[in-house]
């Protein structure tokens, strides 16, 4: 696939790859993710070039994108629309994770996205957790900042995952351990993202997008009870559990599923 790119409304330049033969659909990743992760990058949309024309890209300041500070949400709702009128003016959209919460973003905002999955997007219900989280964002932004980016990597996977300090250690050893710190600077971006919490199902009420809410039959509960209210928040919104699947779902399973969704 030939990296090509478009220049966001604020002069930023985001790169994507297209790949495959169809209706365009846009894919958007989560924290710790450029455009080579499995479940919304270039692997996956190798699994829907036969169905779909794909694209995968950069979100700002990963991989082969830039970065135009300040951050806002509006920043990347902006390059996805830009993304869109390269891909024809409208497309499908794909987003994993905290992309997924993009990507609604982006459709209560008024985006030209007829069709809409995502697959479980961080939906923080409790209030007070989303505050926890917006006042941890300036944290991971100064780490990252002040060249500690192993200090934001652990600071995201503990404070935020909820994964416990002596499993995180571990893992500062393993060969994945550099690519997360070289995307570290991003994850205040994510985080602000989630941080939306509880008020963000207002919003969705103007989702007009055929919109497929995703998650996983082995994912624990409280994710699954955030995906129902999120569906029910939606209008129209149907949900889809892949039995077997967690957070970290297979990628044969969710393109199966999206192509199904998408593809109707």
């Not at 990963?62 to 509006?74: C, E, L, N, V």
């Not at 996205?113 to 961080?122: D, Q, R």
């Not at 780490?143 to 935020?160: C, D, H, K, M, N």
Request: aromatic share 6%.
């Amino acid at each position: 696939m030939k990296i090509e790119s478009v220049e966001s409304a604020d002069g930023t330049t985001i790169a994507f790859e297209t790949t495959g033969q169809g209706p365009p659909l846009i894919l958007v990743g989560g924290a710790f993710c450029d455009r080579s992760a499995p479940a919304s990058g270039t692997p996956l949309a190798a699994l829907l070039a036969h169905r779909f024309t794909v694209l995968c890209y950069d979100r700002r300041g990963r991989g082969d994108s830039a970065d135009t500070p300040p951050y806002a949400i509006d920043r990347e709702i902006e390059d996805l629309a830009a993304l869109i009128a390269a891909a024809g003016g409208s497309a499908s959209v794909f987003g994993n994770s905290s992309g997924g919460l993009l990507a609604l973003d982006a459709a209560a905002h008024g985006l030209s996205i007829p069709k809409l999955a995502v697959y479980e997007p961080p939906v923080i219900l409790d209030a007070g957790r989303a505050r926890s989280f917006a006042e941890l964002a300036p944290r991971l932004d100064e780490a990252a900042a002040a060249g500690r980016r192993s200090e934001a990597v652990e600071l995201y996977f503990t404070q935020v995952m909820g994964m416990p300090a002596a499993a995180v250690a571990p893992m500062r050893r393993a060969p994945m351990w550099p690519g997360l710190e070289a995307i570290a600077h991003t994850l205040g971006y994510d985080l602000r993202i989630t941080a939306r919490g509880p008020a963000r199902l207002e919003r969705l009420s103007s989702v007009r997008s055929a919109t497929f809410v995703m998650d996983g039959g082995a994912s624990p509960p409280w994710m699954r009870e955030a995906i129902e209210t999120l569906a029910m928040a939606i209008p129209g919104a149907r949900r889809r559990t892949l039995e077997g699947q967690t957070h970290a779902v297979d990628p044969r399973a969710l393109a199966r599923a999206v192509e199904e969704l998408l593809g109707e």
